[in-house]
């Protein structure tokens, strides 16, 4: 073989070699291509999955949440109602004290030797009141007491709220 003839031939031995290789290069690239586009629809379906899961949890939430405010609502509604109605009711009963409507008394101990008060142990013949010796309190300790009984009976209003708001809540 001449020298001519040999590197004719390398030549076109190099350039089948050039074409085996391009060919099976785009062979594996179809190939790898395919297993690509198959890996990424189940890519595709598992956040399809994760999505739909993720918006049925918020969904959950949501519905949880606002049950729980209706019921919050509700609470709140009654510890208003309750709180206006011993408004009210402390209300009437500083007016009835007011307009001598009526008159608060304590019952004294007959047995205390320390008191040194000379009110009457009995009652008159047409009097309602039976037991033992009583003393009328003057109007404006009345008013007092009265008051101090409605800031006690708000702040128990206000504690059964916030015990039925953690009840709520914890529920």
Known sequence: MTPGALKATLAVVLVLLLITAGGVWKVQDWRYGKQLAEQDLLHQDDLTV????????????????????QRLSVSDQTHHKELSDAQANQARLRDRLATSDLR??????ATD?????????????????????????????????VAITDAGDQGLIALRACQAYVREVNR
């Open 50 to 69: 994760i999505g739909n899961t993720a918006a049925a949890r918020v969904r959950a939430d949501q519905d949880k949440r606002l049950a729980l405010e």
């Open 104 to 109: 608060l008394s304590v019952l004294l101990d």
């Open 113 to 145: 030797s320390a008191n040194a008060c000379s009110v009457p142990a009995g009652t008159a013949a047409g009097g309602v009141v039976h037991g033992g010796a009583r003393a009328r309190l003057d109007p404006a300790h009345a008013q007092r007491i």
